[in-house]
Each structure stands twice: as C-alpha cells, then as structure tokens.
T-cell receptor, first 111, second 115 residues
C-alpha cells in the first residue's frame, strides 16, 4: 500500500524567504505526482503535476522536482509572500490510478 | 469552464440522521472521486467512478454509505445513519481519465458536522 509522508508538518517563515517542502512515498511505481494548495475551508487547487518520466515542473515562483527512484519530491517556493500561506499537499498516483495524499505542510508566511 | 460544483457547502445534523451530498463534475470528465478529509489529515478516497461504473469502492463503509453516479455525470454520496465519527469535509474531484496526465480538479467540499 502506498504511503505518502510530508515534512515538515508546519512551517512559519518571514516574507521573502525561499523555502522547500518535502514529500516522500514508499512505492516508486507511480504514474505521476501532484502538488496541491488548500486554503482554510476550501477545496484543493492543483499547482503542478509531474509525470513519472519527468524530473521537474515549474510554474512562476514554484518548482517541483521528482526523484522516482528514491521516492522523493520537493516543492520549492521562491521569494515567499503572505499570500502563499496555505496547506500544501502532495499526491501520488500509481497502478491503481488512485491519487494517494500526504497529510500536508501548513505554511505561514508573515510580513 | 465551470469547475467542480458541490452542495451543500455546510451541513449540521444530529447523529442517526441521514445526509446527502451532491457533486457536478467538470463537463467531459469521465472520472469522479469522492474523498473524505478529517481535520489535519490528507484526503482519503471513498469511491472512484469511471463514467457510471464504481471501479474502486473498497474504502467505502458500505453498511452506512452509498453512492451513485447517474448517467455518468452528477454524483450523490449518502450516509444513513450518520455517526459522530463521520464529521469531516467531503470532497468531490473529477478528471479526464488520462492516466499519466491525471490532473485532479476539486470542488469546495461539504463540511459535515454530526452532533
């Protein structure tokens, strides 16, 4: 059974810092990995999707990398802003085609 | 393009009462998911549909939960009777079903409180 772990569980940083969120998974036979953002009381918004054959994806200040062999992904956020405050979740999709989620990293960026 | 629409947004009921949630996926999306998210946790799958067929419902507590997806479009998730432990956010998501390109789109969720 796929298990997804996210570290750290919570993070508080001053505005402007570059930061890294980590996601690890136990079964490397995946089709893709997605990073989502969730604001309080809201649904999830897809940020980036990395296919199994890819190493990274970029969108604006976000960069996600994937090392399938080691079962790890990182989400890099450059020049963080207060508006980046949210919970960030990663999900991996494997042979069952069911995205399995981690518990998320709760991020606070203070001015 | 309209997103995934869920209703109601909030629901408060007493234990042992029935409750139903409704989801309208993005037009053209064949795959529909129902997830449950407890506070501080990631979403956990309850059931997945491909068109009108439930292809994975192993995590659905079938003694009290039921779901349907009529005509492969809208879906309804029902709980009867509700228990205190069912309090959670129920999320619906849809996708095109492209496997490796399986980007999920989520609705805003229904926050259920069972008293």
């Amino acid at each position: 059974k796929q298990e997804v772990t996210q570290i750290p569980a919570a993070l508080s940083v001053p505005e402007g810092e570059n930061l890294v969120l980590n996601c690890s998974f136990t079964d490397s036979a995946i089709y893709n990995l997605q990073w989502f953002r969730q604001d309080p009381g809201k649904g999830l918004t897809s940020l980036l999707l990395i296919q199994s054959s890819q190493r990274e994806q970029t969108s604006g200040r976000l960069n996600a990398s994937l090392d399938k062999s080691s079962g790890r992904s990182t989400l890099y956020i450059a020049a963080s802003q207060p508006g980046d405050s949210a919970t960030y979740l990663c999900a991996v999709t494997g042979g069952s085609y069911i995205p399995t989620f981690g518990r998320g990293t709760s991020l606070i960026v203070h001015p | 393009e309209a997103g995934v629409v869920q209703s109601p947004r909030y629901k408060i009921i007493e234990k042992k009462q029935p409750v139903a949630f409704w989801c309208n996926p993005i037009s053209g999306h064949n795959t529909l998911y129902w997830y449950r998210q407890n506070l501080g946790q990631g979403p956990e799958l309850l059931i997945r549909y491909e068109n009108e067929e439930a292809v994975d419902d192993s995590q659905l507590p079938k003694d009290r939960f039921s779901a349907e997806r009529l005509k492969g479009v809208d879906s309804t998730l029902k709980i009867q009777p509700a228990e205190l432990g069912d309090s959670a956010v129920y999320l619906c998501a849809s996708s095109r079903g492209d496997r490796e390109l399986e980007k999920l789109f989520f609705g805003s969720g229904t926050q259920l409180s069972v008293l």
